[in-house]
């Protein structure tokens, strides 16, 4: 469960290509999720949610989310979602990619709201795990 956060940021942005994009593995989302967790001080409480897939909507998980996806070159402040990268990540093993990036594209808003980013990461992550929690949760399980 702990791969969930960076595995869902992974898939949720794009803009390099995805032969550039290095795929993460579960040791990167372990170190990505401790530093993310530390430098926004977030609580074992908070942990505790993350790991039933609970994301509350406050800043200290808006920002945890966007350092993950960050660090994950999944999603840029100024620009938004890569959506190659994520469908890379998310997709691994996976020969037709089609279904799983029109999801992620439905999901990587442009910030037409003009929501900070660390509330724009959120945004779309929390739209991707409503609409794709098994993916998530296969693709986490294959990593362990």
Known sequence: MKN??????????????????????????????????????????LIAKYKTFEYPDDEITRNYIKCIFNKFDLF??????????????????????TAL?????KCADKNEQKSTPSAWAYRGFKCFLSKNLPLVQAAIQKKN
């Open 76 to 97: 840029e402040d100024a620009k938004g979602f890569k959506v190659d990268n994520l469908v890379a990540q998310l997709g691994q093993g996976r020969e037709d990619k």
């Open 4 to 45: 969930t956060v960076a595995l869902l940021l992974c898939a949720l942005l794009g803009l390099a290509s995805a032969s550039e994009y290095k795929l993460r593995t579960a040791e990167d989302l372990q170190k990505v999720r401790k530093e993310c967790a530390e430098s926004n001080k977030v609580t074992e409480a």
């Open 101 to 105: 990036k029109a999801d992620v594209e």
